[in-house]
């Protein structure tokens, strides 16, 4: 009986003592997560890759005032994309003796080490665009010599720096508009994923902004005297200047007097939405085609059926009908928030009120009867 009792024990003991072991041993072997470092990254670690924005070198002083280092240029744009009203600074780092190679329609080609950066910002109140601002992100773009990386850094609450972030953020942001209403939103930093399939082109990385019609224009900032071409060329950072001839030059889509409403639609079009809807794009399978240059009506949307009829068509039959903006699928994916028909789909959260109006007089503005009037050039 004693027997017995002690070979019972044994069979309660042994089992639990046998599961303690595997426990231990496959506490073991199981690879631990490592805190606050993301396993695998989106991209690369390289050595143009830092941790912080100050660890570049480009502002001098204290980082928020954006003033530049040497071989940091400002730059703007004729007409920049739409980012929740987000207002932009770029400025372009070329190292000593590196240029940009100018093209007349095409993006400039830049030499290796080029870095393009862009600090989205909210001032106080868009009526005073000189008040005390509040920076999001700053994005880089940095030619390397396998190609253009892109890279985000948030900024922290105090200010101070900003640190690399390769999954995207959400944050809450206001200001005072400039119809004199406080709004709010929710901001949208990108993750690279996001980045990289605005950006591409084929099936390369490229800029968005740095054409010659979106540079040909004056900007205190880098030149009281020149325009920014002219500046470039003048301090020998453009190569292939025209000497002669006139230059491409973008209107300004909210300015009446810098272009005609067909020419300010088309360049709000280009910005907004040609990086992806045009043959080298990202969205090149829809057929559409906004580039500016693009004079094809048909392959810019009038009387253009959908590819892919859905959910984002809004059961609508045609993506521009001449006079008829409410039945345009274009101006239904830009008027709504629905992220699976909203366009753009990456880069805003709520509808650009003034861009979509623009968009509206546009349509209503173009006179072609029917489909069958339309000649390809």
Sequence with gaps: MGKLRITLRLLVVLPLSILMSRCVSNEKSVPQAKKGKLDTPLLTLTSNEKQKLSDYGFFK??????????????????TPLF??????????????????????????????????????????????????????????????????????????ENQEDARINYIGKQTRVSWIHSDGFKKTAVYNVPNNNQCKNCHLNGKE????????????????????????LEFFNE???????????????????????????????????????????????????????LRFSQKDLRKRGVFKPPIAAGKGSGDLQYSIVPGQAEKSILLYRMS??????????????MVHQEGVDLIASYIENLKVESSSDIKNP
């Design 83 to 156: 980012s929740n009203y987000a207002l932009k600074k770029r400025f372009i780092y070329l190292p000593n003796g590196k240029t940009m190679t100018y093209k007349s329609e095409d993006v400039f080609s830049f030499d290796e080490g080029t870095v393009l950066i862009k600090n989205f910002y909210y001032p106080e109140d868009l009526r005073e665009k000189t008040s005390s601002k509040n920076i999001i992100e700053t994005r880089l773009l940095i030619k390397e010599p396998k190609g253009w990386k892109a890279l985000n850094y948030v900024w922290d």
């Design 336 to 349: 709504n928030n629905d992220p699976g028909v909203m366009m753009p789909e990456v880069g805003r959260s």
């Design 61 to 78: 002083g204290k980082l928020a005032n954006l003033e530049p280092n040497d071989r940091v240029f400002p730059y703007t744009l004729n």
């Design 235 to 289: 301090s020998n950072l453009l190569k292939d200047f025209p000497e002669h001839g006139q230059l491409p030059k973008f209107a300004q889509w909210d300015l009446a007097d810098s272009g005609n409403l067909e020419e300010r639609a088309k360049a709000y079009l280009d910005i907004n939405c040609a990086h992806c809807h045009q043959p080298q794009g990202s969205a090149k399978n829809s057929g559409l085609d």
């Design 205 to 228: 990385i490229t800029p968005i902004g740095p054409t010659a019609a979106q540079l040909n224009r004056k900007y205190v900032a880098l030149s009281e005297r020149l325009k920014q």
